[in-house]
C-alpha cells in the first residue's frame, strides 16, 4: 500500500512538474507575444504621428503661403485704387487750374478755339459766367466783325464749367470745356503722373 502511495505521488510530482514548466513556457511566450504586440503598436503609433505631424506642417505652410499670397494681391489692389483715386483727382485739378488762368490768357485761348472749331454755320458761344461777364462783350464785338468761321454768337447762358466753352450747333455740340480738354487727356500721361505722384525721396 505504501508502495503504490510512493507511486502516485511521484506520478502527481512529474505532473506538477510538467504542469509548472509549460505554465513558465507559456507565461514566457505570452509575455514575448504581448512585448512584441506592444512595441509594434507603439512604433505604428509613433509612425502615425509623425505622419500627422508633417501633414499638419505641411497644411500650416500651406495655408501660411496662401495668406502671404492673398496679402500680397490685397496690398496690390489697394495700391492701384489709390494710384488711380490720385490721378484720377490729379485730372480733376488740372481743369481747376486751367479755370484760374488770366482772363488775357484765357481770351487768347478763346480765340484760337474759335478758329479751331469753328464752322461755316451759325452757332451759339456759351461761356461760364465769369468768363462771360468779364471779357463776354469783347468776343462778341469780335464776332460780329466776323473774325471767326461761319456766324457765332455769344450765348446768354452761362454754363457750369470752370472754363473753355461749349460750341452749339443746334443739331449738335463741341464740347471744348476745361472739363472736357482734360477728360480727353486721361490715360494718355498716366505714367508722368504716376512718376511725379509717387516718387521716391
Do not use: C
Amino acid at each position: 500500500m505504501t508502495e503504490n502511495t510512493s507511486g502516485i505521488d511521484m506520478i502527481l510530482n512529474k505532473i506538477r512538474e510538467y504542469g509548472d514548466q509549460t505554465a513558465e513556457k507559456l507565461i514566457d511566450e505570452s509575455t514575448r507575444k504581448s512585448k512584441e504586440l506592444t512595441d509594434e503598436a507603439r512604433s505604428e503609433v509613433s509612425a502615425y504621428i509623425e505622419s500627422e505631424e508633417k501633414s499638419l506642417g505641411d497644411e500650416i505652410a500651406r495655408i501660411e503661403a496662401q495668406a502671404e499670397t492673398d496679402y500680397a494681391a490685397t496690398k496690390r489692389d489697394r495700391t492701384l485704387a489709390l494710384k488711380q483715386e490720385m490721378i484720377s483727382k490729379a485730372y480733376d485739378r488740372a481743369a481747376v487750374v486751367l479755370g484760374g488762368i488770366s482772363d488775357d490768357d484765357k481770351l487768347r485761348l478763346y480765340r484760337k478755339w474759335l478758329k479751331m472749331y469753328g464752322e461755316n454755320s451759325d452757332y451759339s458761344v456759351v461761356l461760364n459766367k465769369h468768363d462771360r461777364d468779364s471779357f463776354g462783350d469783347i468776343l462778341a464785338s469780335e464776332m460780329s466783325r466776323g473774325e471767326f468761321p461761319g456766324h457765332p454768337s455769344l450765348s446768354a447762358f452761362a454754363a457750369e464749367i470752370s472754363g473753355g466753352m461749349i460750341l452749339d450747333f443746334g443739331d449738335s455740340r463741341n464740347d471744348i470745356s476745361f472739363e472736357s480738354v482734360v477728360n480727353n487727356e486721361r490715360g494718355r500721361f498716366d505714367g508722368e503722373l504716376v512718376d511725379i505722384l509717387f516718387a521716391e525721396g
